[in-house]
């Protein structure tokens, strides 16, 4: 799937990069993460279920998916663009486009119940999440316009 250009934002998108991790040892180094990530570009949401070492689901969803998630990450499609981009052209992303320093500037990173406890958890899993989209830079990824 790696060589095959699949379209960003996509469901088939989001599985190519599950795939990835789930055959990528070096993800294993950072730990066990039991989360469950929302992600929101524009009106797009999908759902990513981490189990232990590997990415066990993503699936599309909706707003109130949102409200079940642990926490979830939003940008707009330009700065998902931008970050995307940016791993490709590095090989993982440079310090300015990592989901922290991203949340730093934007907030990028949600709960919508306010648990502070669920919502801490993006931070706890930060490394195995960056890992999760810096794999992208093996994904020939198209954008919409």
């Not at 990530?37 to 189990?51: H, R």
């Amino acid at each position: 799937m790696a060589d095959e250009a699949v379209a960003f934002p996509s469901l088939a998108w989001f599985q190519a990069l599950q795939a990835l991790v789930n055959e990528d040892a070096g993800y294993r180094q950072f730990g066990t993460v039991d989360a469950d990530m929302g992600v929101k570009i524009a009106d797009d949401v999908f759902v990513i279920t981490f189990e232990a070492f590997e990415c066990k689901s993503v699936r599309t969803g909706n707003e109130y998916d949102l409200i079940n998630v642990d926490f979830f990450i939003e940008m707009e499609s330009d700065a998902w663009r931008t970050m995307l981009e940016n791993i490709k052209a590095n090989n993982g992303a440079e310090a300015g486009q990592t989901l922290v320093s991203l949340d730093m500037i934007h907030e990028i990173s949600n709960n919508a119940t306010g648990d502070q406890l669920r919502a801490d958890l993006f931070f706890r899993y930060n490394q195995s999440l960056q890992h999760f989209f810096d794999l992208s830079a093996n994904l020939e990824t198209t954008f919409a316009d």
